[in-house]
């Protein structure tokens, strides 16, 4: 059986995959720094216990020209679908909506690709919440002690149903 790459589908289900935390760089960036794209690079993945991910990163409109001039100037790097150009993506980020849409630049090995991703199941502010949300879950509270001796009580209730003594 012959298996074929479908580029459009890899990048496709890299960014559902991923749109929780694109859109948490969309709207943090935007936040900051007013409208931009979110850069994200399969190029060099770091792996840990939770999974695969991938260095992605907010350049602001002011910076965005020169950003794309050395960034896309190398000579390998080639902008997918052609007709996308420096201009074309700098009239995107102008006229995007940042409340509701995100500007993605997908750079895979000496490819970059562009999208316009619109209708998002979930907004970028949406995406920003949820994230901060669920870092502070993780984060220990300002009332939580860390204790470095075992609790006397537990080793107690230890002893107590093991039958143990030490």
Known sequence: MKSTFNHDNWQQAL???NLLIIGFNAWNGYSKAGRGVVVCSTNSPLLDRFGET?????V???????????????????ILQ????NGHILEAV???NPEQDVILLLESGMRVSFFYLKNLPITPPE???RVKQAWSEFQPSANYQYQTK????LINLFKEKHNADF
């Open 54 to 58: 991938f260095k992605t990163h907010f």
């Open 94 to 96: 102008d006229k995007y």
């Open 82 to 85: 052609g007709h996308h150009m």
């Open 15 to 17: 960014i559902e995959t």
């Open 150 to 153: 075992p609790d006397k009580h």
């Open 60 to 78: 602001p409109r002011p910076r965005l020209a020169a950003f794309l001039n050395a960034w896309l100037a190398g000579p390998d790097t080639v």
């Open 127 to 129: 995406c920003y919440q």
